[in-house]
């Protein structure tokens, strides 16, 4: 049985081969490995998961003071909408939406 990794290495792996005997005699030699190495690269999205991820663990991330004084403003009734800066910040998300930029392109 193969796996089918073309569309990542370009290569399908056959996991009942055995280890080649280069590799099985510089593994039994002082262990010395090739020249030939592996990378990998992180997303900005994946970066900025990682990063709330982070801040989470290490602290609190609401504001207690923000929401003390929206909560009073609500109870009060002297909570403002301002509908025009909700309707940017709406906008400034979905520009920020993967897979949207052909779609904010075509307007």
């Known amino acids: 049985m193969s796996i089918d990794l073309r569309s990542i290495t370009g290569k399908t792996v056959d996991p009942t081969l055995k280890p080649s005997a280069a590799g099985k005699e510089a593994r039994q ?8 190495s592996d990378s990998v690269q992180i997303t900005d999205v994946a970066t900025r998961i990682k990063q709330a991820a982070e801040a989470m663990a290490t602290g609190v991330v609401i504001d207690t003071d923000l929401v003390s004084r929206v909560a009073n403003a609500l109870q009060s009734g002297t909570y403002e909408i301002d509908a025009e800066r909700i309707a940017e910040k709406i906008v400034e998300l979905e520009g920020q939406l993967p897979g949207l930029e052909a779609v904010n392109e075509a307007e």
């Open 29 to 36: 030699h002082g262990g010395e490995r090739s020249s030939v």
